[in-house]
């Protein structure tokens, strides 16, 4: 079956710990993004990719990394220097990045203790 | 900048009645716009779509107009079951050239069905 996976589903961290968040795809889609949810919010952007080896900031990136060295994924870091890191963290992607509809993953929940 | 408005939440309503959820939005151009739908613990799921005005979307019993000159995309469903409550949002996608396919989303509208 294709879509979009995230992994894990739950992750707890100390603060002043980096943590990596997994997304993968199998949809052959070109762009990928990660939104931030908080609660009673809408999504926020965090990062974008539209090709392999490119991506670009988000509205919200400061404390946050990506890499796009694969076509099928689209890790994201978040950094010590993220002040309000525990939020849920949906990834997407789509055909292209200018008029295809974006698919959603199932999201991972971030926690920091 | 663009920005998309839904009506607060949470809405209760009993099985087989009613719905219709507000969204207005603000942009520039000719943006697309789209429902998504939230399960609790889940991703969002696209629930429906329109990219032009007077452009109707519809998906299992919900639908939603472009309408330009109200500058809306209300959602409407004509008799809700308990199996539809969820968390909804409304989102658009800029239009235009070197369009980066960002979505804009409204805070989402928490429906609760009750039987």
């Known amino acids: 079956d294709g879509g979009i996976t995230q992994s894990p589903k739950y992750l707890f961290r100390k603060e002043g710990q980096n943590v990596t968040l997994s997304c993968e795809q199998n949809?052959?889609?070109?762009?990928m993004y990660w939104y931030r949810q908080d609660p009673g919010q809408g999504l926020r952007l965090i990062y974008y990719?539209?090709?392999?080896?490119?991506?670009q900031k988000g509205d919200i990136a400061e404390g946050y990394s990506v890499s796009r060295e694969k076509k099928e994924s689209f890790p994201l870091t978040v950094t010590s220097a993220q002040k309000n890191p525990t939020a849920f963290y949906l990834c997407?992607?789509?055909?292209?990045?200018?008029?295809?509809?974006?698919?959603f993953g199932p999201g991972t929940r971030l926690t920091v203790l | 900048g663009d920005s998309v408005t839904q009506m607060e939440g949470p809405v209760t309503l009993s099985e087989e009645a009613f719905l219709t959820i507000n969204c207005t939005y603000t942009?520039?151009?000719?943006?697309?716009l789209f429902w998504y739908v939230q399960y609790p613990g889940e991703g969002l799921q696209l629930l429906l779509k329109?990219?032009?005005?007077?452009d109707k979307g519809s998906n299992k019993g919900f639908e939603a107009t472009y309408r330009k000159e109200t500058t809306s995309f209300h959602l409407e469903k004509g008799s809700v079951q308990v199996s539809d409550s969820a968390v909804y949002f409304c989102?658009?996608?800029?239009?235009?050239?070197?369009?980066?396919?960002?979505?804009?989303f409204g805070q989402g509208t928490t429906l609760q069905v009750k039987p």
């Open positions: 997407a992607s789509s055909i292209t990045s200018g008029r295809n509809e974006q698919f």
């Open positions: 329109a990219t032009k005005a007077d």
């Open positions: 942009a520039t151009g000719y943006p697309s």
């Open positions: 990719s539209q090709i392999v080896n490119d991506f």
């Open positions: 949809l052959n889609h070109d762009a």
């Open positions: 989102a658009l996608r800029g239009g235009g050239s070197g369009n980066t396919g960002k979505l804009i």
